[in-house]
């Protein structure tokens, strides 16, 4: 199962599955008068088809494995999240501070000084373009 | 006469101060982030879009222009010290290294900037030639013909980003898909918002760069543990006379192949720098050291990429249509400032356009006596350990999605696109005709409803018009052709083929 070009096939007949059946809430229309449902249903099909021919395709030749790291991504989608939402619940400063000291454990080392520094720096051309050149960030 | 005439105009209005300015700092930012590990000048251009907004428009779109050489030639400079390429850059990788291998890095980058100067100053000559006939050209095209000719580009797009017609098709149509998201602005429906307030206006083009690109490419480095070594700084620049007299003949042999290359939907710089190294490794008088580091590799190469992607505006103001994710994003900043490049560009914004042509050949002096002295200290950036860099690559990444709306939900759609994109990238799918594919599907599905509409709901209109049929034949004969090398490049596979006829 774990064969990239399979699973390359599958994953996009899974965007075009989600996106076909979505269509179909939509009005469809006529050829003469399209609805909004019919350009994105037309597209899911073909997509739909170009993932099955590349599952075929995926049959004859030799299976890759996928890498998937998935603690890295994690981190860092952790900490883009947690950025946006403690910038919109409590301020952007302390959002800045949580990015760094978060995204960092994907680094191979980790150093609670070296993240001060960082997030320091950071803060303060964050405060630059806020000041200087009239980025509205709420930073505090 | 008159294309002197319309030069010297747009040189006037290019030579203001303050354009000179806007310029140089694009082409000094530009060349700091295309200096880093995973910024192209895709990534480069979406990161630093949001700075130009509070720019005139005339001065934001030469800094745009300044950005976009900077960044590429930060990109060459990457590829040559650490063999860390962008698309822009791929061939640098080869004859650069080995020259940096050598010893010989500052030669390779100089070489690398004064043929980019060469292969500029070649394609300004023809893009001030050819601009404005071809949006003469593009005033014939009608509704199916900008169908079939959107079509086209998918197509050919496809071919250059991946080599896989079925990956690159797949990814264009989720490009296409993603691009519905939003409101439809024929009914007024709200599609595929998932009754999100904050989707109804569609996704920002720069969440999905930074997504696809930056953060997907940065957790890339993070998982092989990809530590920069420091740089140290000792690199002689200029060359010897001998030396400097073999650039010439090979740039100049590039900037003609980059030209044409750039005209053509789907060309680019991409496929401008293999055909110049290919070329060169036919009929130049050093051929058979190319390979092991020696000027020429370097030369043609970099001229070439320069002279496509200045002719690769061509398009994008004649008729439109960018041919690749670059121009996408430098519509988009068309767009975002009001400006609807097309047929009437030339004649509704003149001095626009003369002004950004001129600023483009200034932007590349910029480069040459700017960059190239400057780059040696621009190169200490990598003395900066990547567990410093990555957090603040991120931090950056998050401003410059939330500047665009000032909204926060932006920056949780472009962590979303991380995810996604490092999706893509592991499963070995390229992003970039995703990207063109959703700056596209919303204007092919208006041209192809207003086609319907006009033919009732018969499709023999994209048959009957003479430009939609040829460039629909064009279209078939691509995928034949791609077929048929298919099956010529594999047989030593034979399992594939009958499987497939098996099936």
């Not at chain 1, 946006?84 to 760094?100: D, R, T």
């Not at chain 2, 006009?454 to 034949?480: K, Q």
């Given at each position: 199962?774990?064969?990239?070009?399979?699973?390359?096939?599958?994953?996009?007949?899974?965007?075009?599955?989600?996106?076909?059946?979505?269509?179909?809430?939509?009005?469809?229309?006529?050829?003469?008068?399209?609805?909004?449902?019919?350009?994105?249903?037309?597209?899911?099909?073909?997509?739909?088809?170009?993932?099955?021919?590349?599952?075929?395709?995926?049959?004859?030749?030799?299976?890759?494995?996928?890498?998937?790291?998935?603690?890295?991504?994690?981190?860092?989608?952790?900490?883009?999240?947690?950025?946006?939402?403690?910038?919109?619940?409590?301020?952007?400063?302390?959002?800045?501070?949580?990015?760094?000291?978060?995204?960092?454990?994907?680094?191979?080392?980790?150093?609670?000084?070296?993240?001060?520094?960082?997030?320091?720096?950071?803060?303060?051309?964050?405060?630059?373009?806020?000041?200087?050149?009239?980025?509205?960030?709420?930073?505090? | 006469?008159d294309i002197i005439s319309n030069l010297l105009f747009g040189f006037q209005h290019a030579l203001t101060l303050h354009n000179l300015?806007?310029?140089?700092?694009?082409?000094?930012?530009?060349?700091?982030?295309?200096?880093?590990?995973?910024?192209?000048?895709?990534?480069?251009?979406?990161?630093?879009?949001?700075?130009?907004?509070?720019?005139?428009?005339?001065?934001?779109?030469?800094?745009?222009?300044?950005?976009?050489?900077?960044?590429?030639?930060?990109?060459?400079?990457?590829?040559?010290?650490?063999?860390?390429?962008?698309?822009?850059?791929?061939?640098?990788?080869?004859?650069?290294?080995?020259?940096?291998?050598?010893?010989?890095t500052g030669l390779a980058l100089f070489t690398a900037g004064v043929s980019s100067f060469i292969g500029g100053s070649v394609a300004?000559?023809?893009?001030?030639?050819?601009?404005?006939?071809?949006?003469?050209?593009?005033?014939?095209?009608?509704?199916?013909?900008?169908?079939?000719?959107?079509?086209?580009?998918?197509?050919?797009?496809?071919?250059?980003?991946?080599?896989?017609?079925?990956?690159?098709?797949?990814?264009?149509?989720?490009?296409?898909?993603?691009?519905?998201?939003?409101?439809?602005?024929?009914?007024?429906?709200?599609?595929?918002?998932?009754?999100?307030?904050?989707?109804?206006?569609?996704?920002?083009?720069?969440?999905?760069?930074?997504?696809?690109?930056?953060?997907?490419?940065?957790?890339?480095?993070?998982?092989?543990?990809?530590?920069?070594?420091?740089?140290?700084?000792?690199?002689?620049?200029?060359?010897?006379?001998?030396?400097?007299?073999?650039?010439?003949?090979?740039?100049?042999?590039?900037?003609?192949?980059?030209?044409?290359?750039?005209?053509?939907?789907?060309?680019?710089?991409?496929?401008?720098?293999?055909?110049?190294?290919?070329?060169?490794?036919?009929?130049?008088?050093?051929?058979?050291?190319?390979?092991?580091?020696?000027?020429?590799?370097?030369?043609?190469?970099?001229?070439?990429?320069?002279?496509?992607?200045?002719?690769?505006?061509?398009?994008?103001?004649?008729?439109?249509?960018?041919?690749?994710?670059?121009?996408?994003?430098?519509?988009?900043?068309?767009?975002?400032?009001?400006?609807?490049?097309?047929?009437?560009?030339?004649?509704?914004?003149?001095?626009?356009?003369?002004?950004?042509?001129?600023?483009?050949?200034?932007?590349?002096?910029?480069?040459?006596?700017?960059?190239?002295?400057?780059?040696?200290?621009?190169?200490?950036?990598?003395?900066?350990?990547?567990?410093?860099?990555?957090?603040?690559?991120?931090?950056?990444?998050?401003?410059?999605?939330?500047?665009?709306?000032?909204?926060?939900?932006?920056?949780?759609?472009?962590?979303?696109?991380?995810?996604?994109?490092?999706?893509?990238?592991?499963?070995?799918?390229?992003?970039?005709?995703?990207?063109?594919?959703?700056?596209?599907?919303?204007?092919?599905?208006?041209?192809?409803?207003?086609?319907?509409?006009?033919?009732?709901?018969?499709?023999?209109?994209?048959?009957?018009?003479?430009?939609?049929?040829?460039?629909?034949?064009?279209?078939?004969?691509?995928?034949?052709?791609?077929?048929?090398?298919?099956?010529?490049?594999?047989?030593?596979?034979?399992?594939?083929?009958?499987?497939?006829?098996?099936?």
């Open positions: 199962m774990n064969n990239r070009n399979l699973l390359k096939g599958l994953f996009l007949m899974l965007i075009a599955t989600a996106f076909g059946l979505g269509s179909f809430s939509y009005s469809i229309g006529t050829l003469g008068r399209a609805g909004p449902g019919m350009f994105p249903m037309l597209v899911a099909s073909i997509l739909f088809l170009v993932g099955i021919a590349m599952v075929i395709q995926s049959r004859g030749v030799k299976p890759v494995p996928v890498q998937f790291n998935i603690k890295n991504i994690s981190i860092i989608i952790a900490s883009l999240c947690g950025f946006a939402l403690l910038s919109e619940y409590v301020n952007m400063i302390v959002g800045i501070v949580f990015l760094v000291f978060c995204a960092s454990f994907a680094g191979s080392s980790y150093s609670v000084v070296r993240n001060v520094k960082i997030a320091g720096v950071l803060v303060a051309i964050a405060l630059a373009l806020q000041k200087l050149l009239g980025v509205q960030l709420p930073l505090y | 006469m300015l806007f310029c140089a700092i694009g082409c000094m930012v530009g060349t700091l982030i295309g200096l880093l590990p995973g910024m192209g000048p895709l990534a480069t251009i979406s990161l630093l879009l949001p700075l130009t907004y509070s720019i005139p428009i005339d001065g934001a779109l030469i800094m745009l222009a300044g950005i976009y050489y900077g960044a590429q030639y930060g990109d060459s400079v990457s590829a040559i010290t650490m063999k860390i390429p962008h698309a822009s850059s791929i061939v640098a990788c080869i004859d650069g290294y080995q020259m940096t291998l050598k010893g010989q300004i000559v023809v893009l001030a030639a050819l601009a404005p006939a071809l949006g003469e050209v593009a005033l014939l095209f009608g509704p199916p013909d900008y169908c079939a000719l959107m079509l086209l580009g998918f197509v050919c797009v496809s071919f250059v980003t991946t080599g896989s017609l079925l990956g690159g098709l797949g990814m264009c149509m989720v490009g296409v898909l993603l691009g519905q998201i939003g409101t439809d602005v024929n009914s007024g429906t709200q599609r595929f918002t998932l009754d999100l307030p904050f989707l109804a206006d569609g996704i920002g083009v720069v969440s999905i760069a930074l997504g696809c690109f930056g953060i997907a490419e940065i957790t890339k480095n993070l998982d092989s543990r990809n530590e920069r070594t420091p740089f140290n700084g000792q690199i002689k620049l200029m060359p010897t006379w001998p030396e400097f007299k073999r650039i010439i003949p090979s740039a100049l042999r590039g900037s003609a192949i980059g030209s044409f290359l750039g005209i053509l939907p789907g060309g680019g710089p991409s496929i401008a720098q293999f055909a110049a190294y290919a070329i060169d490794k036919k009929v130049s008088k050093y051929r058979h050291e190319i390979g092991t580091g020696v000027i020429e590799g370097v030369a043609g190469q970099a001229a070439a990429d320069e002279a496509a992607a200045r002719t690769s505006f061509i398009p994008l103001m004649s008729i439109g249509i960018p041919e690749n994710a670059v121009m996408a994003l430098m519509l988009a900043a068309f767009i975002i400032k009001g400006v609807q490049p097309g047929p009437n560009m030339i004649a509704e914004h003149g001095e626009l356009f003369w002004g950004l042509v001129a600023s483009m050949w200034i932007g590349n002096c910029f480069l040459l006596f700017l960059n190239v002295p400057m780059v040696r200290y621009l190169l200490s950036i990598f003395r900066i350990p990547y567990a410093v860099l990555f957090p603040s690559i991120l931090f950056f990444c998050c401003i410059g999605t939330y500047s665009i709306n000032n909204s926060l939900q932006d920056v949780l759609i472009t962590a979303g696109f991380g995810l996604l994109g490092y999706s893509f990238l592991r499963l070995d799918l390229d992003p970039a005709p995703l990207i063109l594919g959703f700056i596209l599907g919303p204007m092919l599905e208006e041209y192809f409803r207003r086609s319907l509409l006009l033919s009732r709901g018969s499709f023999t209109v994209f048959f009957t018009h003479p430009i939609s049929a040829t460039l629909l034949i064009l279209i078939g004969a691509f995928i034949a052709w791609q077929i048929v090398s298919f099956y010529r490049e594999k047989p030593k596979e034979p399992d594939l083929e009958l499987q497939i006829n098996e099936e």
